[in-house]
């Protein structure tokens, strides 16, 4: 069974940056894509990016490509999520979740039908 505990989450103004860890335990971290995916209020959960667990290729929604990354540390298990140029429409509750792939070279699907999830970790962007 895996476990992923997020942390780094908070307030943080406009234009701040936080970022946000997700630690994997039970489970070597290879064998898994991993994504974020957020909730915001009154909206549905969305992937906003993932990274593959065999070559680490990374992909990112539009509405956060080029202001959020995506990094990996199999040796750690450790998943980063860094988010900067945050706006007020970046709230959200966010989640790392896992998805089970082997060893097999796969994209990653930041909608996937993912099996381990976190708890969430609460980010509001405001002034």
């Known amino acids: 069974q895996l476990r992923l505990v997020e942390s780094g989450g908070g307030l943080v103004q406009p234009g701040g940056s936080l970022r946000l860890s997700c630690a994997a335990s039970?489970?070597?971290?290879?064998?898994?894509?991993i994504g974020w995916v957020r909730q915001a209020p009154g909206k549905e959960r969305e992937g906003i990016s993932c990274?593959?667990?065999?070559?680490?290729?990374?992909y990112f929604q539009d509405s956060v490509k080029g202001r959020f990354a995506i990094s990996r540390d199999n040796a750690k298990k450790t998943v980063y999520l860094y988010m900067n140029s945050l706006k007020p429409e970046d709230t959200a509750v966010y989640y790392c979740?896992?998805?089970?792939?082997?060893?097999?070279?796969?994209?990653?699907?930041?909608?996937?039908?993912?099996?381990?999830w976190g708890q969430g970790l609460q980010v509001t962007v405001s002034s």
């Open positions: 039970g489970f070597p971290l290879d064998y898994f894509h």
């Open positions: 979740a896992a998805d089970f792939v082997g060893l097999q070279e796969s994209a990653c699907n930041m909608n996937a039908a993912y099996q381990y």
């Open positions: 990274i593959s667990g065999s070559d680490g290729s990374t």
